[in-house]
DNA sequence: CTGAAAGCGCTTACAG
DNA sequence: CTGAAAGCGCTTACAG
């Protein structure tokens, strides 16, 4: 492991002032060019890297070129997208970007927050946890710029990216009862997290707008896993024979249309999910859902963010993306 | 924004020296437990946050409790198991992870080499965008640890964490033939990439083991998207007919599918697809797969890169990690 | 156009 | 147990 060069020895061996070379590797043009070729050549000979953090630690503003992205799972398909639109935008800034996963814990959340701001991150977009979010308030104080995604604190301390969860449950619906059916099943996660409020929300504001009550016997909260939705999902349809289901989330879906195949159902009862799943079209019927736009929900968040970090000072604001009906077949199926 | 609080200030404020602040922030046992409170109660005040880029730049080994991780692309859903389980393992050492996308492009990979090791990561975990790899040879050279997935290096000159590519689609296609059928399609990736190439051998080896040749016609290299697979394999099965079919990898998996179905032939043509896809269970019949396990290239290669990065001075050495036949109907599908 | 001095926020190495 | 001095690798602010 032999020893990394520093400015100061590429400075000697090119004999010049160690303020040279850092004008050389900065590009400042009023370098006499017969000095950029020795510094140029010293450095390569060395294999000379500049050490960003120590050149950030005096460099006005004391920027990293860093932001930090902590998600509910990096290794959830809807997340990946977001990542990637965040790393798209910050690449082009020379911003490299810190990922972290946060499981739903606040502990964690607030673990990593601290984590970051330590490493002096110039900006942090968060998917929250649940849970109070004063921390971000105080890092807020102290100069950290935010932006959240996917969950609307009360009150409002930070620019939020929201997808239209409740908007886009009662179109999901809707859909479902112009199929002319009337009873519908709900689906869905822990009531704890916003967004299975929220499109429950949308859920009961549809049948209310058509006049109807939701049937407490059609409806399950709390699914977490495709497995769990699965075997609450069979226990429902073999029970009740709903004649539509509206599920609230990705795995939910899953699992509810894997419970419809295994009760030979799937052509019965209609479906449409919240989230689009990969290979919903192959399904038979293909899986009708209200997909969301995670790449949009990551490019907002990132040029809020980029927008903070240079200084703007407005009111935060939520942004509202809005979700998508794209009907496979399982959403319109005719009633027998 | 409010400046941020110096340990020098936490100092001034506590009426202790500097160098007390850094005990009681490093935790040091060694420090009057009034002088602690003292201290504790002015970082609380002021919300210092101690700034580790700065700690570090002395520290010895000048370690950053970062490591950065170059994957093909973080949306992709194997990337991004790959990304949480290297996250896990860092996050029990306090270490973070810098993720980017190299989109299979060489020089991509060489500036965000450089961006990282710029930055003073302590490690870096590389899927090679492929092309010529001389610029690890330089880092290594200079104290950079590498580890390097999916893709094995000639000559070696990392540790590598590859899947067994060739074994497992030699399986695959011995697990067809069991089937008594005879003509194989194989529906691949571009062969500049490694892994196609390696999938590619593994057909033609369970070929010529079953005393059969691979025959042109039936053989498609270069394909990128599913959709691209689709139109291929279409035109393919409607033309000749093969009694089974080999994809090289999750698109082209899914692609496939979506021909088979379109063509109403999805009962009679055998398909088994390297690598997993969600929802394979649904689809009737359900799509047999030789899945990876990308959780255990995460873990292998960030248990590697720990070791390399805590001095383990050992040669190269490449690991295989096995892959798993997962049966679901597709690939068993009795004979007509 | 060039470079010596001071400083970024900490830690190391010492002395008390 | 405590703290003043020197230093990490750079940049800023100056002077020439």
């Known amino acids: 492991m032999s020893a990394r060069p520093t400015m100061r020895e590429v400075a000697a061996l090119a004999g010049v002032g160690i303020k040279t070379v850092s004008r050389v590797v900065n590009g400042v043009p009023t370098v006499a060019p017969e ?5 140029r050549a010293a450095a390569d000979q060395l294999g000379y890297r500049p050490n960003l953090t120590a050149a950030n630690l005096r460099r006005t503003g004391g ?17 990946g997208v977001v990542l990637r639109a965040v790393e798209d935008f910050a690449r082009e800034h020379n911003v490299v970007v810190l990922a972290a996963s946060l499981d739903e814990d606040p502990q964690r959340e607030r673990e990593l927050t601290r984590a970051l701001v330590n490493r002096r991150v110039d900006g942090l977009i968060v998917q929250p946890a649940g849970g109070d979010q004063r921390h971000v308030l105080t890092e807020q104080q102290a100069g950290m710029s935010f932006v959240l995604i996917d969950r609307l604190p009360e009150p409002l301390l930070a620019d939020a990216i929201v997808s239209d969860n409740r908007g886009g449950a009662r179109l999901a619906v809707e859909h479902l009862l112009r199929t002319r059916r009337r009873t519908v099943a709900y689906l869905g996660d822990d009531l704890a997290i916003q967004t299975a409020r929220d499109r429950y929300a949308g859920f009961t504001d549809a049948l209310s707008a058509a006049g109807l009550r939701p049937d407490e016997r059609l409806v399950r909260h709390g699914l977490r896993t495709a497995e769990q939705a699965r075997a609450v999902a069979r226990e429902l349809f073999a029970a009740h024979a709903p004649e539509a289901v509206f599920t609230s989330q990705n795995l939910v879906t899953i699992g509810a249309v894997e419970a419809l195949h295994e009760l030979g159902m799937e052509s019965r009862v209609a479906l449409v999910g919240f989230d689009d799943i990969p290979l919903a079209a192959i399904v038979r019927p293909g899986v009708s859902v209200m997909a969301q736009d995670p790449a949009a929900v990551g490019r907002l968040a990132v040029g809020r963010l980029f927008a903070r970090m240079a200084g703007d000072t407005s009111a935060p604001a939520a942004h509202t993306v809005p979700t998508r009906l794209i009907p496979r077949g399982s959403g319109e199926l005719p009633r027998l």
């Open 35 to 39: 000095l950029v070729e020795r510094v």
């Open 63 to 79: 920027r990293t070129n860093t932001i930090g992205l902590l998600l509910d799972d990096v290794s959830n398909p809807y997340s």
